[in-house]
Structures are given as structure tokens and as C-alpha cells.
């Protein structure tokens, strides 16, 4: 079992930028991937990047690609997610996720899941 809380979420005007963290605890040492997705109201769960936890590869979203950063800190198990140029269509609440084999864009790849955040952008 592997247990995510993330925290860093909030309100931020349009351009401005907020730091999503994600601390994982439990069976975090055979830990494949770790990822964030996105959910608005009414709409489905996104991919939005993800990072493999040895080769540190990244993968991004096109909306959020050069202006959102996925980064890890081994030592403490924790995965985050710098935004920057927030738009208001980033208004969304953030997962993070965690994968034992891969690093997929469909949520239903994913085996653990965070109870998310709620990142809001304003005009």
C-alpha cells in the first residue's frame, strides 16, 4: 500500500504560480513513476506530467508543457509539480498518482491516488 497527500493547492491570479506537493509513505521502494492529473468540474480526469522515480524522465501534457515542471526529491518521497503562467483553464483539482510498472496518460493506469488539491486561477 502506498498512501499520497498532497498539499500546495490554492487561489492564484491568472499569470501567477503555485507548488504542488506530493509526500508518498508505505511501499514506496519499488515505486515505477509517480504523476499529477487534473480534474474540472464536469469533465474527466487528465493526464497533466509525470516522472519515473530512478531515470528521473519526464513527460508533460501539451497545454502545461514549458510552463509546468514535475521534479522529485528521492530522500523524502516526494514528487512536485511547479506552475507557472497560470491560465484560467488550470483551474482544476490536482492528483497526484503513483505506479509500481508504468508511467501512463490515462488515470486507469495508475494504481494509487491522492485525495487532491484545489488549484484555482483567477482573472
Known amino acids: 500500500q502506498v498512501q499520497l497527500v498532497e498539499s500546495g493547492g490554492g487561489l492564484v491570479q491568472a499569470g501567477g504560480s503555485l507548488r504542488l506537493s506530493c509526500a508518498a509513505s508505505?511501499?514506496?521502494?519499488?515505486?515505477?513513476?509517480m504523476g499529477w492529473f487534473r480534474q474540472a468540474p464536469g469533465k474527466e480526469r487528465d493526464f497533466v506530467a509525470a516522472?519515473?522515480?530512478?531515470?528521473?524522465?519526464?513527460s508533460y501534457a501539451g497545454p502545461v508543457k514549458g510552463r509546468f515542471t514535475i521534479s522529485k526529491n528521492n530522500a523524502n518521497n516526494t514528487v512536485y509539480l511547479q506552475m507557472n503562467s497560470l491560465k484560467l483553464e488550470d483551474t482544476a483539482v490536482y492528483y497526484c498518482?503513483?505506479?509500481?510498472?508504468?508511467?501512463?496518460?490515462?488515470?486507469?493506469?495508475?494504481?494509487?491516488w491522492g485525495q487532491g488539491t484545489q488549484v484555482t486561477v483567477s482573472s
Open positions: 508505505g511501499r514506496t521502494f519499488s515505486t515505477y513513476a
Open positions: 498518482a503513483e505506479d509500481r510498472t508504468r508511467s501512463g496518460r490515462r488515470s486507469y493506469e495508475w494504481e494509487y
Open positions: 516522472i519515473r522515480w530512478n531515470s528521473g524522465t519526464t
